[in-house]
């Protein structure tokens, strides 16, 4: 019998998930399970480490050694022109804006860590240890609201919230646009705004990421 108790949270998360009806199934019971989860981490006997993440990932693409990152971690089998935090939907929680995955490996690398788009390897995935509803930089323009995803330059602590270590260079092509209405849509990939207008409709954005712990739990909000 699994015990529950004598495993990460990590290791609890994949026993569920593959228990379920696949990868398509798994996005579907995310919701269901966020509260569940997050009580568990509370009180598990020890939390998430690197070797839970090295193992469920390396079913899902390669770790490989990075200038100044160590070992990170990048997706095979996905789209060209893939991104982090576009193959799923945006769901509002008590919790703030809890980002709900489509790709087999979000469940992880949407909610802990940090991402980067590096120039050797594309996009690249930097293990990190408290889970939020997601890891994004917020921007607001008009009729728009964008989102990229925090680099390891991000960082969060309990006491101060979220602060960035050193200046971050603007990559336009990193962020995702779309209208204020759409932000919630199933299929929000389809209503991304096309590349070539997101230099423009950021130069017009304000940056509007909240993020603070409530009940132990960090939250994502765009203020």
């Known amino acids: 019998m699994f015990n529950f108790r004598q495993n990460s949270v990590g290791t609890v998360i994949e026993f569920i998930l593959e228990k379920t009806l696949g990868d398509k199934m798994k996005s579907k019971i995310v919701i269901s399970l966020f509260v569940f989860l997050i009580s568990f981490s509370q009180t598990s006997a020890r939390r ?20 100044r990152g160590g070992l ?8 060209r022109g893939w991104k982090p935090y576009t193959n ?21 690398t949407h909610h802990y860590g940090r991402w980067e788009n590096n120039k050797y390897y594309g996009w690249v995935w930097h293990p990190g240890y408290e889970w939020a509803p997601a890891w994004v930089k917020w921007r607001v323009s008009g009729d728009y609201i964008g989102w990229r995803p925090l680099t390891p330059n991000g960082r ?4 101060h919230g979220l602060f960035f270590n050193k200046s971050v260079s603007i990559h336009f092509n990193n962020w995702n646009f779309v209208k204020i209405e759409k932000v919630n ?5 389809r209503h991304l705004v096309r590349s070539h ?8 954005s304000e940056a509007v990421s909240d993020y603070y712990v409530l009940n132990d739990v960090v939250f994502c909000g765009a203020n």
Do not use: Q
Not at 197 to 204: F, V
């Open 48 to 67: 998430i480490e690197f070797g839970d993440f090295h193992r469920i990932l390396s079913k899902h693409g390669n770790w490989v050694n990075v200038d």
């Open 72 to 79: 990170v971690w990048t997706p095979i089998n996905v789209e």
């Open 88 to 108: 799923g939907r945006w769901f509002w929680t008590e919790f703030g804006w809890f980002w709900d995955s489509d790709d087999p490996f979000g469940w992880i």
């Open 156 to 159: 969060f602590n309990h006491a």
């Open 185 to 189: 849509n199933r299929s929000i990939r």
């Open 197 to 204: 207008r997101i230099a423009e409709i950021y130069k017009y």
